[in-house]
């Protein structure tokens, strides 16, 4: 089994700055891309970044030049730096991870969720 721990959230005034971590542990073989949603008060979850196990990246329009998603392959960790944050930014912040078990199946996790709080 695959655990996902997130850590990071916060509150934060607009315009500051949080880092979230994910850290993936467990029956792992090879993790492939490594994602970050979110989903804010009566809205549906979204994607807000990615990165491939080669450092591609894709990111959300409504983030793109403040958000910047890396990895540490070798610790099987993302991270989701947020800088210029703003009040729409406010969400639970989830991460998820594509991966082959040590067993040989292809899963997709999740975390169970980071409070990001940015008052205006």
């Known amino acids: 089994q695959v655990q996902l721990v997130e850590s990071g959230g916060g509150l934060v005034q607009g315009g500051g700055s949080l880092r979230l971590s994910c850290a993936a542990s467990?029956?792992?073989?090879?993790?492939?891309?490594m994602h970050w949603y979110r989903q804010a008060p009566g809205k549906q979850r979204e994607l807000v970044a990615s990165?491939?196990?080669?450092?591609?990246?894709i990111y959300a329009d409504s983030v793109k030049g403040r958000f910047t998603i890396s990895r540490d392959s070798a610790k099987n960790t993302v991270y989701l730096q947020m800088n210029s944050l703003k009040p729409e930014d406010t969400a639970v912040y989830y991460c998820?991870?594509?991966?082959?078990?040590?067993?040989?199946?292809?899963?997709?996790?999740w975390g169970q969720g980071t409070q990001v709080t940015v008052s205006s």
């Open positions: 998820k991870s594509d991966h082959w078990t040590a067993y040989g199946d292809s899963e997709k996790s």
């Open positions: 467990g029956s792992i073989f090879r993790v492939n891309t």
């Open positions: 990165i491939t196990n080669g450092g591609s990246t």
